[in-house]
């Protein structure tokens, strides 16, 4: 067999089944197309790839070209089209193979039908995707995916065997003759269109992009600093990088695998015993696995105004309350700090995910998708699965059997920011307004509210008057 390993969402060496298929190979050229389409504008005025994660993504391919390098190969990248460039490099090398992931969102599995279609005669092969479980470990078959969470949860929590995924391998196969005059540098962010992220010191995510600071983070979290046995407690916090495990963005761009999270996870309950908190560790990767079976069932419903109910309730509308919202300057300060977190770093918790969307579809009644794809652009983390899958289920449109989940915004920063130090954090022009005043600063006089330059809320929510006065 001579192959082309396509990378996709998959960069890693580590339990990577379609790379240990091409270990057998004769000569294998392993690939990574950058498609420019990701970074112009959409139909929702937004890229699909901001800064942040684009600058994470050039991290994890120059760490993938390391990896592979060590092991005798090299990571040939493509500016352009997969469907051109795959085609075009078969036929130049003489290849009979090309092995990938397998993709579960539409786009990404249209695109895969159209470098099949290119290939013609020569065979595609896509191998298990980045799921936990796979489908023959599921006690369902997909039309039987149970609606909700909780159920699904219910069926296969207990499902607690440690997965064997399986180590990268120490050498490779060669590169096929020719193929190396091909290498060439990776583009810059500014080559691509895109201006330097600046370094943010307060960021929650101060990590870097490749397997290798993946797996770092892997150790420290579940070895060295045992962060997950207090995860349960700590999983709400908004500040600093410890609470709560950030696997995200490398499990999103594929740099760490599931399967190897939940077999260390594994590992280190037997040797320290299973607690409430690595429990819930295990809850939420459950969640990823939920939202990535939803959207194998559901296709591309998740992705429209009416989600997997096809209704119109959500609303629908677009104006000044969006663009307020999407640049942290809508007067709730909560909403702002995480908004500006999110343009600022390309992380925002899970706790602040929560309140911004809920915000901008109950409070600012604003389309929900727009929201989602702004967070597309700028999450370091973005996955099909995850962000629309969450976006919808707090619009009422997803899983949920509940029509909304609203969150009472003044309610959620009182409880979960109770001195004011994140939005102290994030919003500098708050900083020399009393404490006590910080989530509320619309109870200021215009006057001061105007000379600090913070914006005025257009009107205060009955729902947030029994929160309007910290609790001393
Ligand atoms: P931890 O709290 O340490 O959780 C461990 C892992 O469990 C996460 O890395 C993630 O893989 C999984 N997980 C946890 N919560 C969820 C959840 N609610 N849904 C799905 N998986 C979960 N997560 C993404 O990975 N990509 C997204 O694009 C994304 N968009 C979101 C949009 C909204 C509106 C909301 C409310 C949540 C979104 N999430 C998304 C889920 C969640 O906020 C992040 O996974 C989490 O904050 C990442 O930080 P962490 O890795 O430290 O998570």
Known sequence: MRALLWFKQDLRL????ALQAGLAAECLLPIYV??????????FGTRRMGVHRARFLLESLVALESELHQR???????????EQAIAQLVAQFDLDQVLTLEEIAPDERAQVNRVAQQLGSIALQQFPANDLLHSEELPFTLDQLPPVFSHFRSLVEERLQVFQPRHAPQRLPLLPDGALALMQPLPTLSQLGLGDPLSVPSSAFPFSGGEPAALGRLRDYLWNTQGVRQYKDTRNGMIGSEYSSKFSPWLANGSLSARRV????????????????THWLWIEMLWRDFFRWTLRRHGSAP????GLKATEHAPQQLDQ???????GRTGMPLVDANMRELAATGFMSNRGRQVVASYLINDLQQDWRHGAAWFEEHLLDYDPASNWGNWAYLAGVGNDPRQSRVFNALRQARQYDPEAHYVSLWLPELRDVPQSLRH?????ASGHLHNLGYPQLDTIPESWKPYLHAVA
Do not use: C
């Open 321 to 327: 309350r969006f663009q307020d919202w999407s640049r």
């Open 14 to 17: 580590d339990d990577h089944p």
């Open 440 to 444: 509320t600063p619309f109870l200021l």
């Open 72 to 82: 005798g190969s090299h990571l040939l990248v493509i500016i352009g089209t997969a």
């Open 303 to 306: 992705f429209k105004a009416g």
């Open 34 to 43: 950058l498609d420019p389409a990701q970074l112009q504008l959409n139909e």
């Open 262 to 277: 939940i077999a260390e996870l594994r590992r280190h309950e037997a040797q320290y015993k299973r607690n409430d908190s």
